[in-house]
């Protein structure tokens, strides 16, 4: 397994639609292996293919309380959203040390294959639908700040590409 490097807004990658997955083999196995690591190691919930520069349609998370129960989704499709909607506070591994409130379908239910090519149908809500929501935004080349004002997106595109700048 091997930590891989995690593109950072405004990086013009994090925009690409990502395509879906023809074949789980050997290398999709080694990309979600290497992802859980990558995102266990940057304290993540959740880390799309599109994020570490693969654009497949490739997502893991660990919504879980002892950070023990890693999901993967190859191929993701929402097929239902709630019209109930909540609000809460989100950050990205690819927007570090950025949180802010974005409005999302309170349930979902998603259908994806597993790591084995196996298909699978998931009902989500809380933490877990935004989650879901918020990768799966990424695999359609979209950053959780392209929700916010256009103010505020700008002061948050500032202060990264400073931080790039200076060097942290």
């Not at 790591?115 to 695999?139: F, R």
Request: proline share 4%; charged share 25%.
């Amino acid at each position: 397994m091997a930590k891989l490097d995690i593109l950072r807004y405004p990086d013009p990658k994090l925009q690409t639609v990502a395509k879906p997955v023809q074949e789980i083999d050997a290398r999709i196995r080694t990309l979600v292996a290497d992802m859980l690591e990558t995102m266990y190691d940057s304290n993540g919930i959740g880390l799309a293919a599109t994020q570490v520069n693969v654009h497949e349609r490739v997502v893991v998370m660990d919504v879980s309380e002892n950070r023990n129960e890693p999901m993967v989704l190859i191929n993701p499709t929402i097929t239902w959203m709630s019209a109930e909607r909540i609000k809460g506070e989100e950050g990205c591994l690819s927007v570090p040390g950025i949180y802010d409130g974005v409005e999302r379908a309170a349930a979902i239910k998603v259908t994806a294959q597993d790591v084995e090519g196996q298909p699978q149908e998931i009902e989500a809500d809380g933490l877990l639908a935004v989650c879901v929501q918020h990768e799966l935004d990424h695999l359609m080349g979209k950053v959780f700040v392209e929700y916010l004002s256009i103010l505020k997106r700008g002061r948050i595109k500032t202060k990264l590409l400073k931080a790039l700048r200076d060097g942290e």
